[in-house]
């Protein structure tokens, strides 16, 4: 049984970066794909980047060149490195295990 912990959210101005870090306690990351979607009211959850194990990643258009995905597999750990955030970024962000397990989300605001 997965259990996905985020961290690393936050309010940060146009062009600025942050960087999302998601823990899978229950330790049996290596065999999925680990990945981040984001949501904003109103709307559905939509695909932001993942990363199958031993694998390359896929990038939403919206977000490629300005993310990076990478994975922590001795940690259980995915994180996701976004630079030249734009307001239109603003979400909350979701790490998913599998298409199966979520985390709880965390706030991302890009507002000057």
């Known amino acids: 049984q997965a259990r996905l912990v985020e961290s690393g959210g936050g309010l940060v101005q146009p062009g600025g970066s942050l960087r999302l870090s998601c823990t899978d306690s229950g330790m049996i990351s290596s065999f999925y794909a680990m990945g981040w979607y984001r949501q904003t009211p109103g709307n559905q959850r939509e695909l932001v980047a993942t990363?199958?194990?031993?694998?390359?990643?896929t990038y939403a258009d919206a977000v490629k060149g300005r993310f990076i995905i990478s994975r922590d597999g001795a940690k259980n750990t995915v994180h996701l490195q976004m630079n030249g955030l734009k307001p239109e970024d603003t979400a909350v962000y979701y790490c998913?295990?599998?298409?199966?397990?979520w985390g709880q989300g965390t706030q991302v605001t890009v507002s000057s």
């Open positions: 990363m199958p194990p031993g694998d390359r990643p």
């Open positions: 998913n295990l599998g298409n199966i397990w």
